[in-house]
């Protein structure tokens, strides 16, 4: 099997495929490996670059040989950082609602299927051969994921196109008539492509609640009915604040004939007989007691 050509990207210090200890250099020479600077792969690994390229020479030659899963594997995680540049070069431009992961997800599948396929009797690059199959299967997926037809986005790029032109060439905005001129089309077709491409203007909403805020999600600008209102919440405190200032001014048995009524819910005839006294008494302290209170924090108001 022809030795597959190294990329520098993924022959380097990430890479751990191990080559089998009986495994011997291409040019049929006894190995003698150790040559040349360490890698450092796996910590304590004092194989060199060349080792491994040699380990990889020695992999493919066994998949060739036998197509066994576990080795298929192997030649999988070696070239996995091949499925990452890949995902990144496509996702540039995407929607923010793309996920990177799930692009790597289907980068693998390619990955796998170039290895499954891969002929190094063509003479060409392992590396840019799969990175074609990866890309393939990244787009695949979209397009997959895609409700607008393959026709509706290219008639919209001509559109996109069409206006770049005219806009060079006239220095504003063209009108429908020039644009409709310009692709060969009537004002009424032209309308009815609009129309198609209407489902083209989707956005999600998160990336319209982002426009203009940084990472800022739709989430986390709406409204939280069940929520309370802060503001409430602190003039709830400083009222309870201002409540139990006034309650400390008190006289004591006023004090205790608020507490029992508002916090231990004691009846007026339960605090008279706690007090030794009649519920008409009471009813007098309580009276007292909250005109007082009222006065209190009146005062405190208009301070």
């Known amino acids: 099997m022809t030795e597959p050509t190294r990329a ?34 796996l910590p304590g690994d004092q194989r060199t670059f060349d080792d491994v390229e040699a380990g990889i ?9 036998h197509r066994l899963p576990t080795l298929r594997d192997r030649l999988v995680l070696h070239y996995a950082p091949l499925v990452k ?25 390619g990955l796998v299927d170039a290895i499954e396929k891969f002929e190094p009797n063509r003479g060409l690059k392992f590396e840019t051969y799969a990175m074609q199959r990866i890309r393939g299967a990244i787009l695949d ?3 997959a994921q895609d409700w607008v037809p393959r026709s509706v986005r290219g008639r919209a790029r001509e ?18 008539a020039e644009l409709a001129d310009e692709l060969g089309l009537t004002l009424g077709e032209l309308r009815e492509v609009y129309l198609q491409l209407q489902l083209t203007s989707v956005v999600a909403l ?13 989430a986390d600008t709406l409204e939280d009915e069940a929520a309370p209102d802060p503001v409430a919440l602190l003039v709830d405190q400083d009222t ?3 409540l139990a200032e006034a309650i400390g001014h008190l006289a ?42 009222r006065a209190k924090l009146m005062e405190k108001a208009d301070a």
């Open 8 to 41: 520098p990207e993924v022959l380097g210090e990430g890479s751990w495929s191990r080559a089998p200890s009986t495994s011997a250099p291409s040019n049929g020479h006894a190995a003698s490996y150790g040559t040349g600077r360490a890698a450092g792969v």
């Open 57 to 65: 020479v020695a992999l493919w030659r066994r998949f060739g040989e």
């Open 85 to 109: 540049y890949v995902a990144g070069r496509v996702g540039t431009g995407l929607p923010a609602h793309v996920d990177m992961a799930d692009l790597i997800q289907s980068g693998i599948f």
């Open 141 to 143: 997926d979209l397009r």
């Open 159 to 176: 559109v996109e196109r069409a206006l770049e032109r005219l806009g060079a060439r006239l220095r504003r905005t063209p009108s429908d």
């Open 206 to 218: 998160d990336e319209l609640a982002a426009a203009g805020r940084g990472s800022t999600s739709l």
């Open 240 to 242: 309870r604040r201002q």
């Open 252 to 293: 004591e048995r006023d004090r205790v004939v608020v507490t029992l009524y508002y916090f231990e819910n004691l009846t007026l005839a339960e605090i008279g007989k706690v007090l030794g006294v009649t519920e008409s008494r009471v009813c007098q302290l309580h009276t007292r007691a909250v005109l007082r209170l």
